[in-house]
């Protein structure tokens, strides 16, 4: 229970009372924000936090195409990616594999090494140096 806490504290930094965040199992959107160096969090279209480190559990993986390609055309990064799933306040346990995600590389995240597809995940961690983990 204490790491419990000790990640529900952590995870309600920069967060405006009431905080949306403060129901485990809220389903939201996460992508990185390369402007802030955080995590940027969405329900329902809006960004409702920005945390440095984020837990989701049941994760679906999010790409879009069009958006793929305008990085691509474009040569620069943009919102076009993101996981969903709902929100977890517990720390996750175990040996977690690191998962990427490079739009000039692969139209899908990947999880490294050898840059296998995924497309879901269990359980996600978001961490503070920016690199996203599962189990």
Known sequence: ????????????HRCIPPCPLRRPGLKVHVYRNLTKGVWSV???GRVIAHRPLIVLRDCKIRVSESGRQRAIRE???NVHTWIEGRYCAEAIAGELTPIGYNPFHAPTFTRRPGFIPVFEALAVVFAEDGSIRRP
């Open 42 to 44: 969405r329900k329902s």
């Open 1 to 12: 229970m204490a790491a419990t806490a000790s990640v529900d504290t952590h995870l309600q």
């Open 75 to 77: 040569g620069q990064r």
